[in-house]
């Protein structure tokens, strides 16, 4: 992610941002990853983000699902920046896939012969499959159930 902090604009200007920073990051295989950007226009504000050169923040976030192994380049480009020099910062974060239980969370008190639903949040990258298997309260039984669960 990249961070600066801009230059205050005029009043009521067409564009907010002042000195315009954009970030690119390219992978070991040369491939590039571009910021999520959303459609500036009021008529599209259900659209998803999608990955391009944002000319109007001054914050802008890569991700990178599955990443390769290698040496990555992070290019920041000062595309417009007529009051600089411009400082910034950059933040990073790996986010493992994990499934963390969120009910029953510990300390509860369960009746046995009640069926009890299991909540869980999940972080996972794209076609990664979490197995879910059967449980009860006196034993687990570590057969996978017919199903998977795709998250």
């Not at 417009?80 to 790996?94: L, N």
Request: with cysteine; glycine share 6%.
């Amino acid at each position: 992610m990249l961070y600066c902090s801009d230059k205050e604009a005029e009043s009521f200007p067409e564009k907010a941002l002042v000195n315009d920073l954009d970030l690119t990051v390219v992978a070991p295989d040369g491939s590039s990853f571009l910021p999520w950007i959303l459609n500036p226009d009021t008529t599209h504000v259900t659209d998803n983000a999608i990955r391009g050169v944002d000319r109007l923040n001054n914050i802008e976030q890569v991700t990178i699902d599955l990443p390769s192994s290698g040496q990555y380049t992070l290019r920041i480009n000062g595309t417009e920046v007529p009051f600089g020099p411009q400082t910034f910062h950059i933040v990073y974060d790996f986010i493992e896939p994990e499934i963390k239980l969120t009910h029953p969370m510990g300390g509860e008190f369960l009746q046995p012969g009640t069926k009890e639903m299991i909540q869980w949040d999940a972080n996972s990258s794209p076609g990664r499959v979490f197995d879910r298997r059967r449980c009860q309260l006196d034993h687990f039984d570590h057969r996978p159930s017919r199903d998977q669960l795709f998250l």
